[in-house]
């Protein structure tokens, strides 16, 4: 069997805050370890050295990558196990678990220098409320850019064929299930299609979709219905007893951007900016959602309009990004503090008790 290597992301800094998937992604988890007590700068490269070292005892390993830091990681899931380590720092918030799932809670603080720490308490303190301030000035931008989308939105709308569009949709739930039902229930996942980011926004949209057989690329305009479109369709599946993954914007939680049925090995995706991408395989298909459903003539009639609009809406999500980036500057001082004054050889421990106890299970 191939191994299947995936990466998501679970958590976003989006319109609407700092939102997490983490209960949809972890459910069907037997075990989550739970890494805190110290800041991410230490957990990622825990959660980096096991997922790695263990991926070469089972064929599937996820990988779920943190917005705030490119490169780090929020966690690593082994699906085969039924077991996630994940990390437990600001802001990540952990709710008491289902039953059934055992959080194991991994404090690191043992594996620091608390007296050095206690060193530097006014500065960690500080930091964090300039961190805070700084994430809080970021999703503000962005809500204001999420308002000014629905400006850009509203020519769309206001000459959207209802009828085509819906007929649209028919036409894909056709593609993807024709006359078939399962008697199961479905399992629905629901995570970020990418994330915005102090790089800007980052996406795994192709790595996420080159096995499957076959990708509907979604083309259009803000408003052309390409949402509404993937929400009717996880309804269809959940009611036909599919399994569906849900990647919901990293702007706007409440608007999705990509749906995959794992058991028809058939992915549909908002193919637009920013997560524009092309056809690159023979079984890929493109729906044109302003070709089929917006009234030919709204690109050239709203043209100045639609211009002005786009020009506030990068300008927000550059402001959005800038605080981001200083947010991610200040996050590396707190964690390159943490990481001077901790024990490589206590959290190596650590690392190695986690990885025996996994061995155990493969």
Known sequence: ?????????????????????????????????????VVEGVTSPLIET????????????????SPFVNGQYDGVVFHEWRVAIMDGSYPRIWRPAAPGVTEIHVNL???LDTDQLALYKRHIAAWYEEIFQ?????????GEALRIHDEWEAPYIENLNREAANLVTQEVVELFFGEEKQNKRAQVRRMYLGAATPNGPVDHIMKLTDSLQKRYFIK???????????????????????????????????????VIVPEKSVAIFDSTAPHEYFPSKETDEVIDMYARAID????????DELAEIKSRYTQKIKE???????????????????????????????????????????
């Open 1 to 37: 069997m191939a191994k299947k290597v995936r990466h998501i992301y679970a958590a976003g800094n989006t319109a609407r805050g700092y939102k997490t998937f983490y209960d949809s992604v972890l459910q069907g988890m037997e075990r989550v370890y739970i890494l805190s007590g």
């Open 50 to 65: 096991i997922g790695k070292e263990m991926s070469r005892k089972t064929d599937q390993v996820e990988w779920i990558h």
């Open 109 to 111: 603080q043992s594996a």
């Open 134 to 142: 700084k994430s809080e000035e970021a999703y503000q931008a962005f």
């Open 220 to 258: 259009g305009r803000p408003g052309s219905g390409k949402s509404t479109m993937l929400k009717k369709l996880v309804t269809e599946a959940e009611n036909r007893g599919f399994d569906v993954e849900v990647y919901h914007c990293g702007l706007d939680p409440h608007s999705l951007d990509m």
């Open 296 to 303: 030919p003539d709204t690109d050239e009639l709203y043209h």
């Open 320 to 362: 959005a990004t800038a605080s981001l980036l200083a947010a991610k500057e200040l996050r590396d001082q707190l964690n390159n503090v943490y990481a001077e004054l901790a024990d490589e050889s206590r959290l190596k421990a650590v690392a190695q008790a986690i990885m025996s106890r996994l061995a155990r299970m493969g």
